[in-house]
């Protein structure tokens, strides 16, 4: 698997769908993603129509994850009538580019659902055993 | 794995508080800033002017071999136009060269949020950080937003802007943590130690922006050493004099740079610091008149070092006797009639209140004096000898 330039050297048909989707650039066990532009039928680690973005699914130092986009590209595929993968729309939902996905709600009301529970738990624990 | 995160968290959390605590003690121990905002008054055409006639222009300096990979020089054989149209040019270049930092406010961080979602809260056990990487953008124009764990999405704060920045569009030099030179209080203090003042200006440059109070807190530091060393003569001719000189008379300390400049018979330079900080505390003293004399009576910097760099394409015998005379003294009639306007003004200021030491400057004053007028005898006798005219 080699690496294409960002530019793109994917070739393309004018009127097949495109998707803006990742493509898993990292090694085992250390996922890195780039966004890139490609045609929908294609596989993830073929040549790419454009390189729009990466993203760093594991924090770093201070705690952060980090996501580049390069928002003029984005906006002119949407234009054009790219599709977006689920992932890369939750993305662009929480950099505030797009109205955040509805999945994004889910995993945050899942995510305080089950943290209310373990609180819960810890509460109810501690009675049990004096 | 966990536990690994929590503890690099951990150290994340304590590094970000013991960088915090440093800034905080160097705030304190840098105990001379700017009140108000300097940049409208630095950026002044006048200021400007003097500024870069005070760094005076010496090529050899400017172009004096730098400790960078690529030293090497190219031989090339030119006719006599070509030669002196890459002279201008080398003008041009040196000229560049010497471009100051611009002095500037320290920039707070204001807090600006875009959107608060309460709904959002939790949607994630860090927060995100969004760069636009859009081609083209200027390093100050891009925008980098942060989402944060309860939902809150706001631009990002001054420090990791500029760390996004270094990261997707790296500036040669600058780097991604703090030089240990910078954040360690002892190494600062050796370089200041060992005189390496322009090395310390020329890396703070690099590693951090104007605004930046760092750049604030370590340039005082530096000058004030400097002013205790009185090392002046390292920094002359480089990028770092101008805002040294205006740094001095911003908080009234122009007296050591002073007496050093007329130490080494630089007086149109002295008026031009004096005229600086009067122009700087709006004092009602009429400097103007005595500048525009000066101006009339000497080339700038740039016209000087041209001056010299063609005289070197005549041959000795062309040169008349009035010129080798000039060479053998080192200055020539102008300099002498702007030496005795500089000297007057100078000496008002040594009179006035705002001189504070004066026994020291009135000293240097008078050995100068001295030793113009041996000069002037000599120019004089030398003149009638070989019979030159007098003008």
Not at chain 1, 95 to 105: F, N, S
């Amino acid at each position: 698997m080699s690496l294409s330039p960002a530019s793109g050297i994917g070739r393309f048909y004018k009127h097949s769908a495109k998707i803006i989707r990742f493509a898993r650039h990292g090694c085992t066990n250390r996922p890195f993603f780039h966004i890139v532009v490609m045609e929908r039928r294609k596989n993830q680690h073929q040549p790419v129509i454009e390189q729009v973005g990466s993203y760093d699914p594991l924090p770093n130092v201070t705690n952060e994850r980090l996501v580049a986009l390069n928002t003029e590209r984005i906006r002119y595929w949407l234009g054009k009538g790219a599709h977006m993968s689920d992932p890369v729309a939750e993305l662009l939902g929480i950099a505030g580019l797009l109205p955040v996905h509805p999945h994004t709600y889910m995993t945050a009301w899942r995510n305080r659902k089950a943290a209310a529970e373990a609180a819960a738990a810890e509460a109810v624990k501690p009675a049990e055993t004096a | 794995m966990l536990i690994l995160r929590q503890l690099r968290k951990l150290n994340a959390a304590q590094r970000l508080q013991l960088g915090v605590d440093q800034t905080r003690r160097s705030l304190s121990d840098a105990s001379l800033q700017y009140d108000k905002d300097p940049q409208p008054l630095f950026t002044d055409a006048e200021t400007q002017r003097l500024l870069q006639s005070m760094t005076q222009l010496q090529l050899e300096k400017v172009f004096r071999k730098r400790t960078v990979e690529d030293n090497s020089t190219e031989t090339k054989f030119m006719t006599t136009e070509q030669l002196e149209k890459e002279f201008v040019l080398t003008i041009e270049k040196a000229k560049k060269l010497l471009q100051m930092p611009p002095v500037v406010q320290i920039k707070k961080d204001t807090e600006r949020i875009i959107s608060k979602d309460p709904a959002l809260k939790d949607f994630a056990d860090s927060k995100y950080v969004f760069t636009d990487i859009t081609f083209g953008l200027r390093p100050s124009d891009r925008k980098v937003v942060v989402r944060d764990v309860d939902g809150t999405l706001a631009y990002a704060p001054l420090e990791t802007q500029k760390r996004m920045n270094q990261l997707y569009f790296p500036l040669v030099g600058r780097r991604s943590y703090t030089p240990r030179m910078f954040s360690e209080e002892q190494l600062l203090q050796r370089c200041l130690d060992d005189h390496k003042y322009e090395f310390i200006l020329d890396r703070l440059t690099v590693q951090y922006e104007p605004y930046e109070a760092e750049f604030h807190n370590i340039s005082a530091k530096v000058f004030t050493h400097l002013n205790e060393s009185k090392q002046f003569d390292l920094l002359r001719s480089t990028r770092h004099f101008g805002p040294m000189a205006f740094f001095y008379a911003w908080h009234r300390c122009i007296d050591d740079l002073l007496y050093d400049m007329i130490r080494r018979d630089y007086l149109s330079n002295a008026v031009q610091l004096i005229a600086l900080s009067y122009k700087i505390h709006n004092v009602p003293v009429e400097y103007g008149q005595t500048l525009s004399q000066l101006e009339a009576l000497q080339p700038t910097p740039a016209e000087r070092a041209l001056e010299e760099l063609l005289s070197c394409l005549k041959k000795p015998s062309e040169k008349g006797i009035e010129q080798e005379i000039q060479t053998a003294i080192g200055k020539t009639e102008q300099d002498f009639a702007a030496d005795e306007i500089s000297l007057k003004f100078i000496e008002q200021y040594i009179g006035s209140e705002h001189a504070l030491k004066k026994v020291q400057l009135e000293l240097a004053v008078q050995t100068l004096k001295e030793v113009n007028l041996e000069k002037l005898q000599l120019f004089k006798g030398l003149k009638k000898a070989h019979g030159v005219q007098a003008s």
